[in-house]
Structures are given as C-alpha cells and as structure tokens.
C-alpha cells in the first residue's frame, strides 16, 4: 500500500508529461521498455491498460509477483511489459 501511495505522489510531482500517464501507442516497444527502465515505473492511461507497469518486482507491493502483460506500442502490437499481481492471481504468482 506505501509502495503505490508513493508511486502516486511520484507522478503527482513529477513531469507534467507523466502526470496523467502515457499513451504507449507513441513509443516503440524498444522506447517505452527503456523509458520504465529509466523511469522505475510508468502509468499507461489507455483504455484497455490503465495500470502501472514496473522495471523490476522491487516496485511492486509486498506479497506481489511480476506478471509478463503486454501493451500496443507504434511498432508492434503485443510490446511485454512488466506488471505486479498478487500472489495466486497471475500467470507466475504461485498460490495454492
């Protein structure tokens, strides 16, 4: 709960381009996995997204796990991204 308040104060104070998000439809796969890197954690304010998308599972909320999404970007269709999911609700979350 700490981690997202704080990546919400992040983008709140952060660059104004940020502020609302990104449409990752404007980078190409290679440029939008290299701004995350850069940027830790990104909001991608899409319809058919609308989350944050992680560098590395240190961003994501306690007891989470990494789950392999994907994202349209100018290039390609299906862009792998990063996303946290609860443990037991994704793909690599393990559970019962």
Do not use: K
Request: charged share 10%; proline share 3%.
């Amino acid at each position: 709960m700490i981690r997202w308040l704080a990546l919400a104060v992040a983008i709140a104070f952060g660059s104004p381009a940020f502020a609302n998000g990104i449409d990752s439809r404007t980078y190409t796969c290679a440029g939008l996995q290299s701004l995350i890197a850069a940027q830790r954690f990104v909001f991608i304010s899409q319809a058919t997204f609308g989350d944050f998308v992680v560098a590395d599972v240190s961003y994501c909320q306690g007891g989470s796990a990494l789950e392999l999404r994907t994202v349209a970007t100018s290039d390609l269709p299906e862009c792998p991204v990063n996303y946290c999911v609860s443990r037991g609700m994704g793909s690599y979350g393990g559970g019962m």
